[in-house]
């Protein structure tokens, strides 16, 4: 039997120990499945190099990438760096692109959390900036980013600016949408006890959203690397994304297999995680939507 101890904030000890029972086991569930897909992913892999039938000084399998990471000997005749050079330069490249697409990350899920709020409780706000909004995202992003540089210059500002808007407009949407949904009966006491907008906003509107702003966290995780490898190609010339068009130019294809391959691995990962924690957090501020699923 297990005891529980009730804490000033509220919540007891069991009821701690099953948000992070929950989210383990959610974490270590996810994890299973992304061995799975990466057993699929490497067939595929595999397949679709033999199917298409791509040259092999294009294309590389599973094992010439880790031929490449771990076992490669360094051989001055042909100018190749040994496993670990390759490591080396592949780990500081992804350091910066992790940055840059946590900085992306933040910016787009806080701007669009600032934006939603502001739209759900003022209407007029919404109705002025939405449109706005709306033709800013249907101007493509290539086409941006050269007045962005200009702007914002070629660093850390730049990053925030592109990765924020990669992840701004998805997550706009969901929020906006889970704010809204909150139930009238809950709006309807509120407004009988004369809550003010910004009590209602943090008693009702947000909790009633967690789904949604977990549904963006989700969504934003491959969109803030996607954002980060676009601002490193067309901006600052550095991390992964300055790294993938380098050695096309000098014809290292291992390095350009290897450097995706770890890409998509940190934003699997980062999804699991993501996904981890909504499992922990959604029991108790959106136990409806468990049911659901279940």
């Not at 994890?31 to 595999?46: F, H, Q």
């Not at 592109?162 to 809950?186: D, E, R, T, W």
């Amino acid at each position: 039997m297990t005891a529980t101890t009730s804490t000033p904030t509220g919540i007891t000890v069991s009821g701690r120990s099953t948000m992070v029972s929950s989210a383990l086991l959610r974490l270590a569930r996810n994890l299973a499945w992304l061995v799975v897909s990466l057993v699929v992913t490497i067939a595929l892999w595999e397949a679709f190099l033999h199917v298409y039938k791509v040259p092999k000084i294009i294309g590389r399998s599973p094992l010439d990438v880790y031929h490449y990471m771990f076992t490669a000997k360094a051989s001055t005749v042909h100018r190749l760096r040994s496993a670990a050079g390759n490591r080396t330069v592949l780990f500081h490249n992804l350091k910066t692109t992790l940055r840059d697409s946590a900085i992306g990350y933040v910016a787009g899920l806080a701007g669009a959390m600032a934006v939603a709020c502001a739209f759900v409780m003022w209407r007029p706000v919404q109705q002025t900036f939405m449109p706005i909004a709306l033709v800013l995202r249907s101007v493509p992003l290539f086409a941006m980013i050269p007045l962005i540089t200009l702007v914002f210059g070629r660093d850390i500002l730049a990053v925030a600016v592109i990765g924020g808007i990669v992840c701004f407009f998805p997550s706009l949407v969901n929020i906006i949408f889970g704010l809204q949904s909150a139930s009238k009966s809950s709006l309807d006491l509120m407004a009988v006890y004369g809550a003010s907008k910004f009590k209602t906003l943090r008693k009702v509107l947000v909790p009633s959203a967690v789904p949604s702003i977990f549904a963006a966290l989700k969504i934003n995780v491959p969109a803030s690397v996607i954002g980060a490898l676009l601002a490193e190609w067309l901006a600052t010339g550095k991390g992964s994304g300055d790294e993938m068009l380098t050695v096309i130019n000098t014809f290292d294809y291992g390095e350009l297999w290897s450097a995706v391959v770890l890409v998509t691995l940190v934003s699997i990962i980062a999804y699991s995680i993501v996904s981890a924690i909504e499992g922990g957090v959604l029991p108790r501020f959106a136990p409806d939507t468990i049911r659901r699923r279940t």
